[in-house]
């Protein structure tokens, strides 16, 4: 893991950052409590090829076995639990690659995920999660946290072929459940000045959480953003399908995080 930022937290904040994760380790930081400036031609854009994944054994395996069902030694007649395809769990024939996911938000704003091909790329993918930045915090630190994004299909029409062009992560709009509870709507957007520059202080980290220097503008003197980042397996079970499973650190037993993007 290359070495990342030093985090910008005090002894008081500490507590509310993203804890699930080792923190970064700590390198130098803006002295200032304001957002540094962004840097031009920092990130590069993202791969426009698709390149065919290709699994090693590790990876493989680990998709299988997390299909297996789950038996106990009281029961004669184990029975197999049916899967819903487009919650369901990773199949090692479906199309799988690793990614970087980042979630940040101010701790009195709503948290946001993004998705990176490499940490040194533009964000794929930009999308701002209905749930507060403190109660995510509070999810996460109970354990599993699985969050289903849904959006509807569109009537056929043979006259308009627009959805069958449409990739399930540019739908603009999801219904957004948290552990089965429904808490809002999920709104993708395009990446703003902020999110760059979130983007660009953590281009050295590879995996790491903490609390990053805020816009003292908008939320005050002692404003500031909680980040976690990690590596996510991308699965893509379908055109109507695709699930981001987190990968912990080796010998981390930290929470199990997964967010399934489904069209129904």
Same mark, same amino acid.
């Given at each position: 893991m290359k070495e990342?930022?030093?985090? @910008?937290?005090?002894?008081?904040?500490?507590?509310?950052?993203?804890?699930?994760?080792?923190?970064?380790?700590?390198?130098?930081?803006?002295?200032?409590?304001?957002?540094?400036?962004?840097?031009?031609?920092?990130?590069e854009p993202p791969s426009s090829k698709k390149k065919k994944n290709k699994s090693n054994v590790f990876r493989v395996l680990r998709t299988v076995f997390r299909s297996f069902p789950i038996f106990?030694?009281?029961?004669?007649?184990?029975?197999?639990?049916?899967?819903?395809?487009?919650?369901?769990?990773?199949?090692?024939h479906h199309n799988t690659s690793r990614v970087t996911g980042t979630l940040f938000g101010y701790r009195k704003g709503r948290v946001s995920l993004?998705?990176?091909?490499?940490?040194?790329?533009?964000?794929?993918?930009?999308?701002?999660?209905?749930?507060?930045?403190?109660t995510f915090q509070k999810e996460l630190s109970m354990g599993m946290v699985r969050i289903a994004l849904e959006t509807e299909k569109q009537p056929n029409n043979n006259n308009n072929k627009t959805e069958k062009n449409t990739n399930i992560l540019d739908?603009?709009?999801?219904?957004?459940?948290?552990?089965?509870?429904?808490?809002?709507?999920?709104?993708?957007?395009?990446?703003?000045?902020?999110?760059?520059?979130?983007?660009?202080?953590?281009?050295?980290?590879? @995996?790491?959480?903490?609390?990053?220097?805020?816009?003292?503008?908008?939320?005050?003197?002692?404003?500031?953003?909680?980040y976690m980042r990690a590596y996510f397996e991308r699965v893509v079970g379908s055109k109507d399908s695709e699930t981001f499973y987190m990968l912990s650190p080796e010998g981390n037993n930290g929470p199990e995080l997964s967010f399934f993007f489904v069209r129904v």
């Open positions: 990342s930022p030093k985090p @910008m937290a005090t002894s008081s904040s500490s507590s509310s950052s993203f804890s699930s994760i080792p923190p970064s380790s700590p390198s130098s930081s803006p002295a200032t409590t304001t957002t540094p400036p962004r840097q031009n031609n920092l990130l106990t030694t009281s029961s004669i007649a184990c029975k197999i639990p049916v899967i819903n395809p487009g919650l369901g769990v990773a199949d090692p993004s998705i990176q091909e490499t940490p040194k790329c533009l964000p794929s993918l930009v999308v701002e999660l209905a749930m507060q930045t403190t739908e603009p709009l999801w219904t957004m459940y948290c552990k089965g509870d429904k808490t809002g709507y999920g709104v993708r957007r395009e990446a703003n000045d902020e999110d760059l520059s979130v983007m660009e202080l953590l281009r050295p980290v590879s @995996m790491g959480a903490g609390v990053l220097p805020g816009n003292s503008e908008l939320e005050g003197p002692d404003g500031e953003m909680a």
